[in-house]
């Protein structure tokens, strides 16, 4: 049985009368679009209400689903504990979800992330073929506010119900998506009636004197999601990057995406409601009608596609430096051989640069796989006798030897973005006026301890959040002394 319908709503605590305690009439239209909510999912009468929730149990790498029979919860902590709630939870659809999920989910291995024990579940260790989700690491059982606020309004309407609650990650969007196939495919198994609600707030950054200032990128983000999801133009979802959504500092997008994976595959007629943003805060509430199947809608394999497609193009004009190190990792990954420089045939190499094979420099070589950091590995100073050797090795050890991660599978090799960086000599220097994150890179060392981070990273914008991320990979605390050194690279992509 498919899911009967899908809404997408926010969770101001203000938004409760008893929270508000009258500035809650600044947004009445949210309000009374979640009345209307209310009354769609009254009329769909649910066995179960599935939410996602950006505020309940939340790992890097894993999706925590609330475990047990039954859960609480109150706004206390908004100054208003006479809103509580006790909700049953549906423990035979979680234990649906959870067996799909050590199955491996309905997805295709190459978009898998393989995973090794993790820190959420110190009782368990999942298998490399299991899809990061379960009820392990059960931290607070208590209802969150984000799952509150929604039953706040539902509850009203209809209580004949059970829930299930799920928490978002910080995995990519597209595994998020094939975390809501899963929950599709748990339904459909269980023979439920069900209706999804994607708890989530827009952009936080709405107004110059709203809590959390301005950016552009905040009514950017509202504009976009609203018209997005108001069209249910799902596919369009994979388009909002990380650095957007979080220069944005959005809330909801993950729990949104999850819900388009569970109407994958499924005729959607989306409609807005409304949207406001009178706290600097936007809000935005959008109703999901779900019709019968459609296969023109199965956006994760569209996007899969499309992303294969631009990621093999692009490989055709990689720079030299980079087609060594992807020959030695996928020499490696597949056939477990190591190669050398020697082993090339001339005529599909042609001519190289003589830096390649005169020169000898440290080199790091980082892959990332959607968008995300998958294996960072290299070296400060030649270990080999030329910069094209020093890449070959370096390549295999990114691959399969970095501590952050387990090794690579042939399964993703096709979906991942290598670069190198040749690495000048270090110059030692007196002081941090010496440095600059866009130009250079910093050695910390203290005794044996030594730790490196390249120049000109996302998210790394000032010289002391330069260092400190460089101590903390040492293992150097807060103000210990270091000595410093700094270095330039050359970026190959």
Request: aromatic residues 8%.
């Amino acid at each position: 049985m498919p899911i009967l319908g899908a809404f997408m709503v926010p969770h101001p605590p203000i938004i409760l009368p008893e929270v508000g305690m009258g500035e809650e009439k600044q947004i009445s239209a949210t309000t009374a679009a979640y009345e209307e909510v209310a009354e769609k999912i009254a009329q769909l009468k649910p066995d179960t209400i599935i939410i996602s929730s950006p505020h309940t149990v939340m790992y890097a790498d894993y999706f925590h689903i609330s475990p047990g029979l039954a859960a609480s919860g109150d706004m206390a902590k908004f100054n208003a504990p006479e809103v509580s709630f006790d909700a049953e939870y549906d423990n035979e659809l979680v234990n649906i979800i959870c067996d799909i999920a050590k199955e491996g989910g309905p997805g295709k291995e190459l978009n898998k992330k393989p995973s090794k024990k993790t820190s959420k579940a110190d009782s368990g260790e999942q298998s490399i073929h299991e899809f990061p989700a379960g009820t392990l690491g059960e931290r607070d059982p208590k209802l969150d506010h984000g799952t509150i606020i929604p039953l706040y309004f539902i509850c009203k309407k209809y209580t004949d119900f059970k829930l299930v609650r799920i928490g978002l990650s910080g995995l990519p969007l597209a595994l998020h998506y094939q975390m809501g196939q899963i929950i599709q495919k748990a339904v459909d198994r269980a023979g439920r009636r069900v209706v999804f609600v994607a708890s989530g707030d827009l952009a936080h950054k709405m107004k110059e004197d709203g809590p959390y200032g301005f950016a552009k990128e905040a009514p950017e983000y509202d504009e976009k999601i609203m018209e997005v999801c108001g069209k249910a133009d799902f596919k369009k979802l994979f388009d909002f990057s990380d650095d957007f959504c979080v220069k944005a500092a959005e809330c909801g997008h993950r729990s949104f995406v999850m819900m388009a994976g569970a109407l994958d595959g499924l005729s959607v007629k989306g409609k807005a409601l409304s949207h406001e943003a009178t706290f600097g805060v936007g809000y935005g509430i959008c109703t999901f009608t779900v019709g019968k199947k459609d296969d023109s809608r199965k956006f994760l394999d569209i996007w899969r596609e499309e992303k294969l497609a631009e990621l093999k193009n692009k490989q055709k004009d990689e720079d030299p430096y980079v087609r060594l190190a992807r020959y030695s990792l996928e020499n490696y990954i597949r056939a477990g051989k190591t190669v050398s420089l020697s082993d090339l045939d001339k005529k599909e190499w042609g001519d190289l640069p003589e830096e390649i094979y005169n020169s000898r420099a440290g080199a790091f070589v980082s892959i990332h796989k959607n968008h995300s950091l998958r294996g960072c590995i290299g070296t400060i100073l030649a270990t080999t006798d030329c910069v094209g050797e020093e890449i070959l090795q370096n390549a295999i050890s990114a691959g399969t030897n970095d501590p952050r991660f387990p090794m690579l599978t042939a399964d993703e090799l096709p979906w991942l973005e290598i670069s190198v960086d040749v690495l000048s000599a270090p110059e030692p220097i007196s002081s941090t006026d010496g440095l600059d994150v866009k130009r250079y890179g910093v050695i910390v060392r203290n005794g044996s301890r030594q730790g490196l981070l390249l120049p000109n990273l996302d998210g790394v914008t000032n010289v002391n959040q330069q260092i400190n991320i460089a101590c903390q990979k040492a293992g150097i605390a807060p103000g210990e002394e270091i000595e410093l050194s700094r270095f330039e690279v050359v970026r190959h992509e």
